[in-house]
């Protein structure tokens, strides 16, 4: 009786839509398991999913989509796997600086790019160039690759202890903001919506910090299998909250 598990698609574009929604695009190998394919085909329908998802998030007015590719714990994996989901960032950033920039979406790159290949560095740097020309105001697709939401925060402690260091900073002017400034996300706000797919229900050491008051949103839908209609479900599902910040 799949027909009342999903919530049937709403009319597009008349619900209120949060301004940064995030996920934890995870399910790729168990969906691939359930068919008898090798994970890596259900990173490649993921990175499909990713496309789809990300441009109906600009359609429908999400003003920031930032999605996790690899975490800085990924690096464990088979290497046949690390290998596999390279060739992916490879391709996608090359497509993705063309047809996403085509529909109006600056593709960015969130994480500790350091120890990513020399020529996925350079694809990054022209992704980044491209999506610089859409503007400011352009809705944002980012991806987070070898991003650890407790190494982004280590890393900025590290680049705050140097600014003290060098005499830039007195302890005591350290506020939520500095330390916010000194993350990936710098430029974007907070996000408000955080959703997991695929069953799992914990963080998995994604935007730590920036997730304080985000509201979670967790399916059973594998990130493959994952559709628009799931994630009207999702937007749905936040505009029923009532989100308080500490107050009443
Ligand atoms: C998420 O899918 C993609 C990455 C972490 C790169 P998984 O590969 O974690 O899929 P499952 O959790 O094994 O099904
Ligand atoms: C989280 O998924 C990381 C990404 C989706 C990139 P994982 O599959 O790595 O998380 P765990 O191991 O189930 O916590
Ligand atoms: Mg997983």
Redesign the pocket.
């Known amino acids: 009786m799949g027909l009342f598990k999903r919530k049937p698609k709403a009319a597009a574009g008349n619900r209120p839509v949060p301004r940064h929604i995030a996920v ?10 359930k068919r008898g394919l090798p ?1 890596q085909a ?2 490649k329908i ?1 990175a499909e999913t990713f496309r789809t998802i990300a441009t109906y998030c600009k359609d429908i007015g999400v003003q920031y989509f930032t999605v ?4 800085t714990e ?1 690096w464990k ?1 088979p290497q046949e ?1 690390v290998d596999a ?1 390279m060739e992916l960032f490879r391709k996608y950033l090359r497509e993705a600086a063309e047809t996403m920039f085509q529909r109006g979406v600056a593709v960015r790159v969130l994480g500790d790019l350091s120890p990513l290949p020399r020529d996925i560095l350079e694809l990054i740097r022209e992704t980044g160039e491209i999506a610089d020309t859409l503007g400011p105001d352009a809705a944002t697709a980012s991806l987070c690759i070898n991003y650890g939401g407790r190494d982004e925060i280590k890393n900025a402690v590290r680049a705050i202890a140097e600014q003290v260091k060098g005499g830039a900073l007195a302890p005591e002017d350290i506020t939520e903001e500095t330390i916010g400034a000194h993350l990936y996300t710098a430029h974007m706000p907070d996000p408000d919506l955080i959703i997991r797919p ?1 069953g ?1 229900v914990r963080i998995s050491n994604f935007l730590l910090w920036q997730s304080a008051y985000a509201e979670y949103y967790f399916t059973d839908v ?2 493959p299998d994952f559709k628009t209609a799931d994630m009207d479900a999702a937007i749905d599902a936040y505009n029923s909250r009532n989100r308080r910040f500490g107050g009443v």
């Not at 934890?24 to 398991?33: F, L, Q, V, Y």
């Not at 996790?68 to 975490?71: E, H, I, L, W």
């Open positions: 934890i695009m995870d399910g790729n190998g168990r969906w691939a398991k994970r259900g990173h993921g996790y590719a690899f975490s990924n994996r796997e989901l695929s799992e594998l990130w």
